[in-house]
């Protein structure tokens, strides 16, 4: 049965309405009782009769209190003036005792305590010159910085003296009584902003010098009061530079001890990189390791903070390795890649191109060269030498398989307009291509095709691609209708006979009246009519006596590298006398029985060079001479 108070039935007969049960919900519970395990663990350690001091310094505090006076300020003795700053800041009770006057021997001490400190100035209290020496922050803003107005006993970041302070210029010593522009008084601070030394004066020393002049009555009391100032300001001054000569001192010594610590700190990780097998990729990616957070910090290195630290340094040393590797698997591809096109370019220029010759992208797909600039080691060393020499070994066996399928893939062009034709029609004058992807659709023969930019999607990187390149019909009916009228037969004369015939031909379409400005017959050459319209008529070799007029009327063949020399294959302007003076190189050729003067007499020492589009071999002209 549950239990009843007298004073619950009593109020539940005054009532009336409300039950034993609802009375009872409403007792407040009792608190709960906490867990003895849990409060010894709490306080396990610390003295019992230090259990009950609560606050951060309470601690502190209390121990300050039991120790005899003498003994603390004994202690005190041995800090220096930033320690005891620090100190002043903890507990009320310490701070009452260094912030009172009795207390200026402590400060002093410790001053003493500090080498090369420069005397406390007159102006200041020995917490005031404590708080100026080593507080760290702006007395404006309150950022963190080092640079200390000491005429003005304040510290002020560079932004904040440039809004806070005037400059002592003109205008600054304008406001100010002729006295004081007179006798030199008002302090003033040299800072560097913004990279520019400049000097500033302080507002509020110059209005309390202004009013405390203005109660001066008599000249003399005036007199007195400046030659003062001028004294304080020259103390002041001597003061201030001694202070800045030991800032310097100090924040030197700083940085070299941060240094120091940083270098032991660095060197202690590198240590225990050396057990787990990682201090060479430290060493390695030395850039990475150094400024590392964990690792740039100032302050020793512990067991427990490298069991902190350690996961996560392996594990930045192991993602920047692999992305070492990668990024240096890349630029070894890209110098042996540059080194191979060194030596292939050489080659190119010195190999005969009348004939296809392969480019870089169709050597660097093919699987002996891709293994052996992308797969070997990284530490093999591969020289300029190195890749003429497997060039050399490899051309010959590479050009010989690589050449027919190429081939090939031009004949099955041409088989879709003419399906009889063979690998020997190609070098004929009548097969003519065109480049479907140029603008002005390109005329090409065979090899220029295998030397035109639009077969390549990269010059350096991609192989060769027939896909740009379609037969011409009208191009090579144009070649027909020449070889016709020169009396050779289009089913066997090939490119080079054409070009050695190399019959002058008139466009009778394009005749102009001499009335005209550009008036004449229009003449060109074969590889100008090629690229001519199609739908012109032409004349070939059929001008009689006027022919000799013609040829006079032809301009000399533009500057640029059009021919190559048929024995080294060098590339040459299109003159017989540098040819024959280039021949003069060639031991095995006697020059001397090179009787001809023209390059058409010397032909056998020379080809046009494929690599040159045909419109650029010759130049069409006209001739007034030749109108009848």
Known sequence: MARRSLRIRQRAAALGSLSLQEEEKERPLKRTKKNSVESSTKTKGVPKQSRRIRGKFGLLERSTKDVPLEIFLEILCYLNPHELLRLAQTVKFIRSILMCKSSASIWRIARGNVGDLPPLPEDLSEPQYAHLLYEPFCQICNRECDNVLWMFRMRCCESCAESTFPLYDKKFLARQPPEFRKHRILPRQSVRLNGWLISIGNDEIAARFKA???????????????????????????????????????LDKRENELENLLKRRKDAILIRLAEIGWREEAEISSYVFADYGLVRQPQELTDSGWNRIKDKLVKRLSDHKARRLVEEQRQAINLRRSLLEKEYNEI????????????????????????????????????????REKLLEYL??????????????????????????????LPLATSIFRCAECPSNIKMHYPQMFYHRCCFRNRSLSPWSSHPIVFDESGSQVVRTILQACALNPSTTTIQKLHSVDPLIECTTCHLSSASHYGGRLFMRWPHALVHSSDHNFSVNSFGALTEKIFACEPPIGYGNRICCVHCHEELPHRAPDLRAHLLEHDEIDVRKIKGTKLEEIQEHWYWDPRCALRFLRQSFRCREALT
């Open 212 to 250: 405390e002049f203005q109660h001066l009555q008599t000249p003399e009391e005036q007199n007195t009061w400046i030659a003062s100032k001028k004294h304080e300001l020259q103390v002041k001054e001597e003061h201030a530079h001694l202070c800045t000569l030991w800032q310097t001192a100090m």
């Open 348 to 387: 190119y220029s010195a190999s005969d191109h009348r004939e296809p010759f392969p480019s870089l992208g169709d050597i660097l797909s093919d699987e002996p060269f891709e293994t052996l600039i992308s797969d070997s080691p990284l530490d093999e060393n591969m020289n300029g030498q190195f890749f």
């Open 396 to 425: 010959p066996s590479f050009i010989e398989k690589w050449k027919p399928v190429k081939m090939q893939e031009l004949v099955e062009i041409m088989r879709k307009s003419i399906p009889e034709v063979t690998l020997s029609d």
